[in-house]
């Protein structure tokens, strides 16, 4: 079946450095969603990608979909404690949703 | 707009116990999931509902866990009897149209310990 597979599992990051983290299917997805969980709290939606070659900026969060539509990456610029948390990729094919293990991200101030 | 709602929040029991969980969705929201989420791990589906129809339980492991949706809003889970590694947060999230087309609307969460 559809894996998706994140890296890194963590991530520890200095205040106001950027960091990247990966998402990769074993199969062509029709879209992908990232999402955002804070500690102690549940998944929050943050973007969702459609387009091949696809690349959506929120602020210092810039989300990239792969031109095969099997990887897709989330890069923080300045990273601010704010950013804590653990970020899930989600990849969509055949209308079945299945999340990566997630990044989670811890911030040196 | 009202969020996802669980209950209870907490629960603790003894494994071979029996355990429910409830979810009220986001008013209008056709589709609900359900989603066990292991410490350290990404959600994963245990059954999706369209209205009040079973659309995906192949992760639902069927000899202890069941789950309903009466009237196409509410729903519940249950686990009988309980194991030690149903140790989980239970995520109920709810979307207005098919998964894999829009986004999902998750609640806090129900944080199940089994002793």
């Known amino acids: 079946g559809q894996q998706v597979m994140q890296i890194p599992q963590y991530q520890h990051v200095q205040e106001g450095e950027d960091f990247t983290t990966y998402c990769n299917s074993s199969t062509t997805l029709s879209n992908i969603q990232w999402y955002k969980q804070r500690p102690g709290g549940h998944p929050v939606f943050l973007i969702q990608?459609?387009?091949?070659?696809e690349v959506k900026k929120q602020k210092r969060l810039t989300f990239q979909f792969g031109e095969a539509k099997k990887n897709s990456s989330l890069h923080i610029t300045a990273t601010q404690t704010t950013d804590v948390g653990t970020y899930f990729c989600a990849g969509s094919n055949d209308y079945k949703l299945s999340f990566g293990a997630g990044t989670t991200v811890t911030v040196r101030a | 707009e009202a969020g996802v709602a669980q209950s209870p929040r907490y629960k603790i029991i003894e494994k071979r116990q029996s355990v429910a969980f409830w979810c009220n969705p986001i008013s209008g929201h056709a589709t609900l999931y359900w989603y066990q989420q292991i410490l350290g791990q990404g959600p994963k589906l245990l059954i999706q509902?369209?209205?009040?129809?079973?659309?995906?339980d192949s992760q639902l492991p069927k000899d202890r866990f069941s789950a309903e949706r009466l009237k196409g809003v509410d729903s519940t889970l249950k686990i009988q009897p309980a194991k030690l590694e149903d140790s989980a947060v239970y995520l109920c999230?709810?979307?207005?149209?098919?998964?894999?087309?829009?986004?999902?609307?998750f609640g806090s969460g129900t944080q199940l310990s089994v002793l």
């Open positions: 999230a709810s979307s207005s149209i098919d998964r894999g087309n829009e986004k999902l609307f």
């Open positions: 509902f369209q209205n009040n129809g079973v659309v995906d």
């Open positions: 990608l459609v387009k091949s070659g």
